[in-house]
């Protein structure tokens, strides 16, 4: 038999149909639904008179619109959400999992927090399995050994509908890291540094599979981190071979099969990694010792440099459309070229996103902030737990302490300042340094200014009020 | 759908890459629980610019929008195909655009049209005082000076486009398929 990928394994064991012209109908295991990218969906589904086929097969949470300031009264009463956009889209979201007798976690519970940290904590997320959401970031779930992947919402109401997509087949990509990652560096960073290779559109097409002793050593917290951050590569899914620590990861998690069905799961999984002589459409390596802390300087995820840097100088780059954008990059971040990273003074910390708001992210974090404080010069630091289950447990190792004396706020899980959906924004102007995944324009406030980095980097950057080489502060 | 198959009209030439989907429309207008009406909030941050496309009226109502690389990136949001749908823009010229904001446009009636950045480049110049057309029958671009650069569509998709299918009600017609994987599978 021919050697096959992992991602053509599980592609070849969802299709229900293939068509002539070269498209699949795809089985969809698990679809996560949140309140920004479903109102319409369940709108049209209403108005064409058709069912939810599977609800059993759908988890709902809500997350985006979600203040992060307390959510009960000290009588434990849920308190209303102030702006009246956003409650109209929470109670959209609670009406329409009643009407279609959805599970949902409501957004009181303490299972409740951002859709990328609630599906693998909760064990829906599964090796194997396909798994989608109304969100660029779906990619996360690839950690897990999950075929992943965001849609838009006329696919979350194909899928409500028929538990099904019509696909086509995508390119793979092998990317493969070797070697033992330095001092100071994080998941995060490895990451970050493979966007810059590849580019925010160099895996457009494809699906990565993260190979290699750098990732098979890695955990899956930070398995996650590097996953959720592959669509900034423009590769709408990221996958890692299941294994040892995939299976200890979900063992006994409330939604993973348990007892006998899970020995037999976990003997199903085995196989979930590519045939020794599997081919990829394309191959990228990358030398973890030569990865550095790193922040990105510019409006995308590949705008990025090992702090030790300086600002580039627009006129360095050869392509004149690349030169232009550089540029304008510069006048919107208010950077000049030539200025050292480490010189970059900083008003916001951020600290959450479904990138890196899971436990290993908050210790990594607090490791660096022990027995320091947040320098004057910033105006808010912000630590946002992935859901609930992250929140309490950081409380039950004495982290919420450390941050909250350091001069961080301890907030209630959600998307918080990543997107700028909710309360949380950097003002015009100013400039954040966010462990979150864009640094887009009016990403995260219109005119703020994003600098993306590590949960320990974002520490340091909070202890110093500039941009700083995390090494300078830890061991 | 009779006029479906041809889109001719004035284009912005909006020519930057990376235009990810926060610029086409940023997370402050995705409070909505209806499609409609995002057309007026679609590239916020580009209108502030002086002198900016979207606010010059010799492409008022243009149909067309040429881009650079990987436009559509970032946020899977399909407002960002709605606010360009009610904006009026019913074909994007790119060299490439970001896997799912391509799937949503198609869902929305937006074409797709992927051409080198060498055509990107003559077209991004005619557009300044020419219309362009696109026709999803031929799947070429052209223009009346007499350029024409062919580009490629998925059969599915330009058939759906073509013949304005619902998807859903297509895949329903594979009921039994869907019942039958999922028995086979324990699903």
């Known amino acids: 038999m021919t050697p096959k990928t992992l991602y053509e394994k599980i592609w070849d064991s969802h299709i229900v149909e293939q068509r002539e012209d070269g498209s699949c109908l795809i089985y969809i295991d698990r679809h996560l639904v949140h309140e920004v990218t479903s109102p319409q969906a369940f709108e049209g589904l209403r108005l064409a008179g058709r069912r939810v086929r599977r ?6 949470v809500a997350d985006h619109n979600l203040p992060t300031t307390a959510r009960v009264d000290s009588e434990g009463r849920r308190l209303p959400i102030a702006d009246p956009a956003s409650a109209e889209q929470l109670s959209t979201l609670e009406a329409n999992v009643a009407e279609f007798a959805i599970p949902y976690i409501e957004a009181t519970a303490a299972e409740q927090g951002i859709v990328h940290v609630v599906g693998p904590e909760q064990g829906f997320t599964l090796p194997g399995t396909t798994l989608v959401c109304g969100d660029s970031h779906t990619a996360a779930h690839g950690a897990l050994g999950a075929l992943a992947f965001g849609i838009g919402t006329s696919e979350v109401e194909h899928v409500l509908a028929t538990q099904t997509l019509i696909l086509k087949r995508s390119k793979t990509m092998e990317i493969r890291v070797e070697g033992k990652i330095g001092f100071g560096v994080s998941p995060k960073d490895v990451v970050l540094a493979v966007i810059g290779e590849i580019g925010a559109a160099g895996a457009a097409g494809h699906v990565i599979e993260y190979r290699g002793d750098t990732f098979d050593t890695m955990s899956i917290e930070g398995r996650l981190t590097v996953a959720n951050m592959s669509i900034e590569a423009g590769a709408r899914s990221g996958l890692f071979a299941a294994d040892e620590k995939t299976f200890a990861y979900l063992k006994g998690r409330p939604m993973a099969p348990q007892g006998e069905d899970w020995e037999r799961s976990v003997a199903r999984w085995r196989d979930l990694r590519s045939d020794d002589g599997a081919r ?118 004495g982290l919420d302490r450390i941050f909250i004396e350091a001069g961080f706020e301890w907030r209630e899980p959600g998307c918080s300042m990543c997107l700028a959906m909710n309360p949380d924004k950097v003002p015009p102007r100013e400039r954040c340094a966010s462990t979150s995944n864009r640094n887009f324009v009016g990403r995260q406030g219109p005119g703020a200014r994003t600098h993306l980095l590590s949960p320990a980097m974002a520490a340091a950057a909070a202890v110093n009020g500039r941009l700083t080489d995390v090494r300078e502060l830890i061991g | 759908m009779s006029d479906s198959s041809r889109i001719q009209g004035r284009a912005y030439p909006l020519g930057r890459a990376n235009v990810d989907t926060d610029v086409i429309i940023p997370a402050a207008h995705l409070k909505t629980i209806t499609r409609a009406g995002l057309g007026r909030y679609a590239f916020d941050t580009v209108r502030a610019e002086v002198g900016n496309v979207f606010d010059d009226p010799r492409f008022a109502g243009a149909p067309i929008l040429i881009a650079g690389d990987n436009f559509g990136c970032g946020s899977s949001r399909e407002h960002a195909a709605w606010a360009l749908a009610d904006l009026g823009i019913r074909a994007v010229i790119a060299p490439s655009f970001a896997d799912i904001f391509a799937s949503n446009a198609f869902k929305n009636g937006i074409v797709t049209v992927a051409l080198p950045q060498s055509a990107i480049d003559r077209l991004l110049a005619v557009a300044e005082a020419d219309e362009i057309e696109v026709d999803l029958e031929t799947m070429s671009v052209t223009t009346p000076l007499q350029d024409r650069y062919a580009f490629s569509l998925d059969p599915f998709r330009r058939r759906c486009l073509l013949e ?22 324990g699903i």
Not at chain 1, 303 to 326: K, N, Q, Y
Not at chain 1, 357 to 376: C, K, M, Q
């Open chain 1, 280 to 397: 990829f459409d394309r191959v990228v390596r990358l030398d973890a010792s030569a990865i550095a802390p790193s922040v990105t300087w510019g409006t995308s995820p590949d705008d990025v440099l090992p702090i030790t840097g300086r600002v580039p100088d627009p006129e360095s780059f050869a392509d004149p459309a690349r030169r232009e954008s550089a540029q304008k990059a510069l006048d919107y971040m208010g950077l000049t070229a030539g200025t050292a990273l480490e010189d970059i003074w900083i008003e916001h910390v951020f600290i959450g996103s479904c990138t890196n708001s899971r436990i290993e992210d908050l210790r990594e974090a607090a490791n660096v902030v022990r027995g320091r404080r947040v320098d004057l010069h910033v105006k808010q630091a912000l630590v946002v737990p992935g859901s609930g289950l992250v929140k309490s447990q950081a409380e039950a190792e």
């Open chain 2, 164 to 185: 304005g299918l619902d998807e859903i009600a297509l895949t329903l017609a594979s009921e039994s398929a869907i019942r039958t994987y999922e028995a086979n599978t």
């Open chain 1, 55 to 60: 609800p059993d097969l759908t988890l709902a």
